[in-house]
């Protein structure tokens, strides 16, 4: 690619910046709700190069009209967005969230709320919280910073995000605006654009191959015969990643290299 830097000289992080980035690319004028370090990253990355309308918080209630580095203030203040206008805008679908997953299955749904039977749970999670109503009202894509099939499973123990399955079982009122985009993970990226809506691998970060991903996986993924890479960044989008939004490089403790 014109512009990209070796592979060599590119972290295993850094793949996986860019491709949550690309999960907002060309989004228009909507709120990016990234969670995780990595998808922060991402989210305001994608504003400074392929999605410059992107609408970023300061992770509290203001809406920022700069790009300030991970874990510094803005300068610039746009908007206020406390928490009951900001349930207000998930209900409009303006939003692309980018939610974690301590369970997802083939079909998309996610767990973040208990380890084992939901009467008596083996550990005690965060909490189902706004995933239905995230995965009902906007489109929603996961961030996976370890992929183990401990993460990846056949069955969810419970269900907080909805997914096609669950969501084509409820019929209408659930399909109308579920829009399950994209999973990111620390070996590659995956999407449902299956006849199924089953999950399908869809790119692998350069070095990982896709029996890493078989063997990282608890259920049979769809792989095409063909499976790209995650492209190349750009010497801009390294210099943006390195020097401007994460020069402390948070990115590494979450993904090491």
Known sequence: MSGGIPATE??????????????????????????GTVPAIGARLAKLTS????????GEALLVGDVPAL?????????????????????TGRRHVMMGASQIDRHGNQNISCIG???????????????????????????????TPRVFVERVDMVCGVGYDRAAEAGPSATRFHDLREVVSNLGVFDFATPDRTMRLRALHPGVTVEQVAQATGFALTVPDE???TR???????????????PQG??????PA
């Open 227 to 229: 499976v790209s890479n």
């Open 232 to 246: 190349e960044p750009t010497a801009e989008e390294l210099r943006l990643i390195r020097e401007v939004i994460d």
């Open 250 to 255: 948070a990115r590494d403790r979450e993904v």
């Open 51 to 58: 999605a410059p309308d992107l609408l970023l918080t300061d």
């Open 10 to 35: 590119v972290t295993r992080a850094e793949y996986c910046v860019l491709a949550c980035a690309e999960v907002w690319r060309d989004a228009g004028e909507v709120l990016a709700s990234p969670m």
């Open 117 to 147: 039977d939901w009467n008596r749970p083996a550990r005690q999670l965060l909490g189902a919280r706004g995933a239905p109503v995230n995965t009902l009202n906007n489109p929603t894509s996961y961030w996976v910073p370890r992929h």
């Open 71 to 91: 874990g510094a203030r803005a300068e610039v203040v746009e908007g206020w967005l406390p928490y009951r206008r900001h349930l207000a805008l998930v209900a």
